[in-house]
C-alpha cells in the first residue's frame, strides 16, 4: 500500500457504523482519550462486524509507555513503532503487523479531541479485499429481513440459494398442514428442523462456505439470515400455532390491561422528563405484529427504547435523555398497556422460543437483553400488582384522601368561620371519598344530616325536626347571633345522594365505580336516580359492567337500571364488559334480560360500528363469545372499516366458534360451501394477526453516507420491493435489460415494448400497460388488437413491477439502460415516467451520471432533452455528470451537456472542478470547450458516432 494513500475518514464505512450502531464504545473512547484504529476503505468484508470487531481496534495507552504500546478492549497487546502495529499473537513465529497509512485528530461536538489511525489491514485475521478489487463494499450490520437476503444473495453464488430454500420451505407447508394444531413443543421441533435443513442448504455453496470458514463472525450472521429468511416464510402458519397455544394466557394478560386502561403516566411515576417520549414510542411498538421474523420484532422493541431515550431524532446525537433500568420498565408497562396488542404473550413466545440461531449460546447479547425487558415488563403487568382501585383520570381526586377516614363531627379542629375543615374544603369530596373506602357509617350520618325526602329511612326514629333546625333564643328571635345562625345553616351545603361533581358524578357512580355494594344498595334504597349519567354519557351500570363489580350490577338491575343505555361513544353496559373481560357482568346482563324480558340488543353497535362480539373476539375471551353467540349475538355485522368480529379474532379457538356460528346461520345458503372448505380441520382459517399488512420490507437500513449536494432537496430513490418474489424480479429485470433484452425488459415492467405492436395496427403509446403470457408469447390475448380479452391482462396485472423498481444498492431500471447504453429501453422508461434524477444509494449516482461515466452518448441525450434532468447533482465523490464526461475526454459529451447551462464551478471531494479533471487527464477539446470555446461544433475527429 502506497504510504500517500489518503481517504476521507468521513466516509469510512467502519468509522460510520462505530459511531452509530456502538455509539457506547464511541462515546467511551472519545472520553477516554484512547485511540480508534480504522482499516482502510474495502479491506473488510461486508456483514461481518460485531463489538468484537471494534474492541479489537480500540487501543488504550499504557501507563509506562503510552506513544508506543497499548492495549485493545479485548486484552490483546499491542506495538507501534516506525508506522508499523504489531498485534500480539499465541503463536510468536508468525507475528501479524500492519502499516499506518495517516493519522487524524478529530473533534466532538463537546470540543473533545481524539486521535483516529487510519491502517492497512485490520488488527484481526480476515480475508482482506485486494486492492484491485472496488472500495465501494460498504459495512453493513444485519438489522432487517432485506439485509438477510442481501447477504445470502450477494456473498454466495446468487439466488440459488434463495431458491432452494423456498423449495424446502413450501415443502415444510405441504406436509405440515396442521401445524396450528399442534403443541408448541413439537412446532418447535420440526421448525428447528427445517431451520437446520436450510442452514445446510446455504453451507453447501462452496463460495459463502469458504467465506464462513476464513470469517470469524460470517457464519453467525449467516445463522441469523437463514433463521429470518424461514421465520418470514412459514410466518403465517407459525403464529396461527402460537396464538393457539397461548391463547389462554393471553387472554387473562388482556382482560388485566383492559381494566387498567386508565393508568396515567404518574401513577406508575414515570419521570416528567419523559412524557415527550410516550408518542414515538408508542408508534415504534405498536408496529411490532406487522413483522413476520424475530429479528423485525427486536428491532421494533431497540427502535422504541432508542425513542425513549431520544425523543427526538432529529436534535444532535450526542443528545438524549438518561434512561437507567427503573425508569425503563414502568415506561415500557405503560406503553404496552396503551399499545392495545391482543397477542402480548404470543409475540414474547415466539421471540424467545424460535431463535434458533443464537439457543446454543449461553451469552448474553442485546436482543435476549430487549426479550427480557419486554418478558419483565409483561409478567409485572400479570402479577397484579398494578390493579388495585384502579379509576379513570376524572375520578383520581377520590384516590388522594387515605388519611381522611373521621367523621365530620369527629372533627376536631375549626376554621375561622366555625366549621369543620374537611368540609369546608370540600364537602362532596369528603362524601364521595368515604364511599370510596367503603365507609357505610360515615356514610349514613352524612346523609342523614341532609334531611332528605319523606320516604328516605333516615327521616324517622331517632332524628328530630329541632335536631336538624340550628338552635335560636326562641322561634322568632332575629337578634344579631340568631340571624347569623339562620344564614349559616341555610349557607351549608351537606352532600345529598342527588349531589354530583363538576364532572357529573354522583354517589351511586362512585359506589359502583370502586365495587360497594352495600352502599350500592343504601344509595339506591334512599332514592338515588340509578339511571344518573355523568359527562361522558355513562350510568353507573357502565362503570359497575366496566369494573366487573356483579354484585353492584345486580342491585342497580333490580332495582330497575335501565340496560342497554348507550354512552357518548354508543357503548352500552354489554359492550364495556365484553371488552374487559368481565364473563360474570355479561351472563348477569343476557341472564336477567331473558328472565324478566327486558329489552337487550346483543348485536347493538356503537360509534364505530363494534358490537359486542367485536370485542369479546378481539380480545380472545373465548367463553364471552361462546356466550353471546348463545343469545344471538352474529358473526356477519360489519363495523364502520367493514370488518365482522371473525377479522378481529386474533386466535384460532375464537375464530372456530365464530365460524361454526357461521355455519349454522347459513345453513342453506351457498356461504356453506365456502366455510366448510375452510373449516378448521383443513387448518386454513385466517386469525387477525397473520392478516396485518407486512412491514417487513417497509424499513431500509442501509443508511446513506452523508453527501454535500447543493440540491439534496430534489434527490429521489428507487422503489424498494415489498416481497422475496419481487426482489428476485427486479435482478431478473435488471439482468434482462444489461443483455439488451427488452422484451423481456417490457414484460417484467408490464409495458407494450416496440417489438410487441403489429405492423398493421396502429403504433401503440409505451404506457400502455398490459402482460402478456409469457415474454414470447404470440397468442390472440396478446396480440395488441385483442381489446375484448382482458383475462390474461388480470391475471398478470399485479405481478408487473414498478417503472422505477431498484435493487438493494438503488439502481433503477433507467440506471442500468443508460449506464449500457441501452436507449431503446430509455425511451421507453422515460415514456412511462421514470423518474430522471434517482440516485443510488451507495455512490449516489444518476442514470445521467452513469451514461456520461460510460461515455453513452445516445442514453444521456435523450434524458437531458425531457427537460427535468438536474445536472447538477453530486454523487457521494462530489461529482457531477459533467465531471464524469470530462474525466473521460468525451467533448462530444461535454459539448453536449454545457448546451444545458451546467454550473461549471462545482468541485468534487478532491477539490477539482471539470476543468481541472479534464486539464488533468490532457483532454484539450475539452477543456477549450470548458474554457468558453466552441460548443456547437465539433473536431472532425471528435464526429464518429457511438457504436
Not at 398442514?177 to 413439537?186: A, D, K, R
Not at 431451520?195 to 463472525?217: G, M, P, V
Not at 358524578?505 to 350500592?520: D, E, N, S, W
Amino acid at each position: 500500500m502506497d504510504s500517500c494513500y489518503d481517504e476521507d475518514l468521513n466516509e469510512n464505512s467502519f468509522f460510520q457504523v462505530l459511531k452509530t450502531d456502538h455509539k457506547d464504545i464511541f462515546l467511551k473512547a472519545t472520553l477516554e482519550g484512547w485511540v480508534i484504529c480504522v482499516p482502510r476503505a474495502g479491506s473488510l468484508p461486508k456483514y461481518t462486524l460485531t463489538h468484537e470487531d471494534f474492541f479489537s481496534h480500540i487501543l488504550v495507552p499504557s501507563d509506562e509507555l503510552p506513544e508506543s504500546h497499548f492495549r485493545t478492549l479485548n486484552d490483546k497487546e499491542i506495538k507501534i513503532c516506525n508506522r508499523v502495529i504489531t498485534v500480539e499473537q499465541n503463536d510468536i513465529s508468525r507475528p501479524y503487523s500492519t502499516h499506518i497509512l495517516f493519522e487524524e485528530t478529530f473533534y466532538t461536538d463537546d470540543l473533545l479531541k481524539y486521535k483516529v489511525i487510519c491502517v492497512e489491514c485490520p488488527l484481526e485475521r480476515h480475508t482482506h479485499i485486494s486492492c484491485g478489487q472496488s472500495d465501494e463494499k460498504r459495512i453493513v450490520t444485519v438489522q432487517t429481513l432485506r439485509d438477510c437476503i442481501d447477504l445470502l444473495w450477494t456473498q454466495s453464488a446468487g439466488r440459488e440459494i434463495l431458491e432452494k430454500m423456498d423449495e424446502a420451505i413450501q415443502d415444510f407447508l405441504t406436509v405440515n398442514t396442521n401445524l396450528e394444531l399442534q403443541p408448541l413443543q413439537f412446532q418447535r421441533d420440526v421448525i428447528g428442523t427445517l431451520y437446520t435443513s436450510c442452514l445446510q442448504i446455504a453451507l453447501k455453496d462452496s463460495r459463502l462456505r469458504e467465506k464462513s470458514n476464513e470469517e470469524k463472525h460470517l457464519l453467525d450472521n449467516v445463522k441469523l439470515s437463514v433463521e429470518t429468511y424461514v421465520h418470514h416464510g412459514i410466518y403465517k402458519k407459525l403464529i396461527k400455532g402460537i396464538t393457539a397455544c397461548t391463547a389462554y394466557e393471553d387472554a387473562c394478560l388482556n382482560k388485566v390491561i383492559r381494566n387498567l386502561s386508565d393508568v396515567q403516566l404518574r401513577d406508575l411515576e414515570v419521570r416528567s422528563d419523559l412524557y415527550e417520549a410516550v408518542p414515538r414510542a408508542k408508534g415504534e411498538l405498536s408496529r411490532i405484529e406487522g413483522y413476520s421474523t424475530v429479528l423485525g420484532k427486536i428491532g421494533c422493541l431497540k427502535r422504541m427504547i432508542l425513542s425513549i431515550s431520544k425523543p427526538n431524532i432529529a436534535t444532535d446525537v450526542v443528545g438524549g435523555n438518561v434512561v437507567a433500568a427503573d425508569d425503563l420498565l414502568p415506561m415500557i408497562v405503560f406503553l404496552i398497556i396503551k399499545t392495545s396488542l391482543p397477542n402480548w404473550i404470543a409475540h414474547l413466545t415466539y421471540m424467545k422460543q424460535f431463535r434458533f440461531s443464537s439457543c446454543s449460546t449461553c451469552h448474553v447479547d442485546e436482543h435476549s437483553f430487549l426479550i427480557t425487558t419486554l418478558e419483565a415488563a409483561i409478567e409485572h403487568i400479570k402479577s397484579g400488582i398494578l390493579l388495585g382501585p384502579s379509576a379513570p383520570e376524572a375520578q383520581h381526586v377520590y384516590e388522594n384522601h387515605d388519611d381522611i377516614c373521621c367523621t365530620v363531627e369527629a372533627v376536631p379542629e375549626k376554621s375561622k368561620k366555625g366549621r369543620p375543615a374537611i368540609v369546608e374544603s370540600s364537602c362532596i369530596t369528603y362524601f364521595f371519598d368515604q364511599i370510596r373506602l367503603g365507609n357505610i357509617d360515615y356514610v349514613e350520618q352524612i346523609l342523614s344530616k341532609s334531611c332528605i325526602t319523606n320516604n328516605s329511612k333516615f327521616s324517622d326514629s331517632s332524628l328530630k325536626n329541632e335536631d336538624l333546625l340550628p338552635r335560636l333564643c326562641h322561634p322568632l328571635c332575629s337578634c344579631d347571633k340568631c340571624e347569623s345562625l339562620l344564614t349559616k345553616s341555610f349557607r351549608d351545603t351537606t352532600p345529598t345522594i342527588h349531589s354530583c361533581d363538576d364532572r357529573g358524578f354522583t354517589a351511586l357512580h362512585v359506589a359502583c365505580l370502586f365495587g360497594r355494594p352495600l352502599i350500592v344498595e343504601l344509595l339506591l334504597s334512599a332514592g338515588s336516580n340509578k339511571d344518573a349519567s355523568d359527562y361522558s354519557g355513562s350510568t353507573p351500570l357502565h362503570y359497575a359492567a366496566a369494573k366487573g363489580h356483579q354484585n353492584a350490577l345486580l342491585l342497580l338491575v333490580h332495582f330497575g337500571a335501565v340496560i342497554d343505555t348507550p354512552d357518548n361513544d354508543g357503548n352500552t353496559p354489554l359492550h364495556l364488559a365484553s371488552n374487559n373481560g368481565h364473563e360474570g357482568c355479561v351472563k348477569a346482563l343476557l341472564y336477567y334480560a331473558e328472565h324478566t324480558g327486558s329489552k337487550l340488543n346483543t348485536n347493538s353497535e356503537n360509534s364505530n360500528g363494534d358490537t359486542p362480539l367485536h370485542f369479546a373476539a378481539r380480545w380472545g375471551y373465548e367463553n364471552i363469545v361462546q356466550i353471546l353467540l348463545e343469545y344471538g349475538a352474529s358473526p356477519h355485522v360489519e363495523n364502520k372499516r367493514r370488518l365482522t368480529p371473525l377479522d378481529y379474532a386474533h386466535n384460532l379457538h375464537v375464530s372456530k366458534l365464530l365460524i361454526s356460528s357461521k355455519i349454522v346461520q347459513n345453513s342453506k345458503s351457498l356461504m356453506q360451501e365456502k366455510i366448510v372448505e375452510s373449516s378448521p380441520d383443513k387448518g386454513s382459517i385466517d386469525i387477525a394477526v397473520a392478516s396485518k399488512p407486512a412491514l417487513d420490507f417497509t424499513d431500509d437500513s442501509v443508511k446513506i453516507a452523508d453527501r454535500h449536494v447543493i440540491n439534496r432537496g430534489k434527490e429521489q430513490h428507487g422503489v424498494r420491493p415489498q416481497s422475496t418474489e419481487q426482489i428476485m424480479k427486479v435482478e431478473k429485470l435488471l439482468r434482462a435489460i444489461a443483455f439488451g433484452d427488452t422484451r423481456l425488459a417490457s414484460f417484467y415492467l408490464g409495458l407494450d415494448g416496440p417489438v410487441s405492436v403489429s405492423s398493421d395496427s396502429e403504433v401503440q403509446s409505451a404506457t400502455d400497460i398490459r402482460s402478456l403470457c409469457h415474454p414470447l408469447c404470440i397468442c390472440e390475448k396478446c396480440q395488441p388488437d385483442s381489446s375484448d380479452n382482458f383475462e390474461c391482462d388480470i391475471k398478470f396485472h399485479k405481478e408487473i413491477l414498478n417503472v422505477n423498481a431498484c435493487n438493494s444498492d438503488g439502481f433503477t431500471p433507467l440506471h442500468i439502460s443508460a449506464m449500457h447504453g441501452r436507449t431503446d429501453v430509455v425511451r421507453l422508461l422515460l415514456d412511462a415516467g421514470a423518474q430522471i434524477n434517482v440516485v443510488t444509494r451507495t455512490r449516489g449516482v444518476t442514470p445521467l451520471h452513469l451514461a456520461c461515466q460510460n461515455q453513452r452518448f445516445q442514453a444521456a441525450k435523450l434524458i437531458l432533452e425531457t427537460g427535468n434532468c438536474d445536472l447538477d447533482i453530486q454523487d457521494s465523490g462530489g461529482n457531477t455528470a459533467l465531471h464524469y464526461a470530462s474525466f473521460t475526454g468525451n467533448a462530444r459529451l461535454v459539448d453536449l451537456i454545457l448546451k444545458y447551462g451546467p454550473l461549471l464551478d462545482l468541485k468534487n471531494s478532491n477539490g477539482k472542478t471539470p476543468l481541472n479533471e479534464a486539464e488533468e487527464k490532457m483532454a484539450l477539446s475539452v477543456v477549450r470547450l470548458l474554457r468558453g470555446g466552441k460548443t456547437n461544433s465539433l473536431l472532425p475527429w471528435e464526429k464518429t458516432e457511438e457504436t
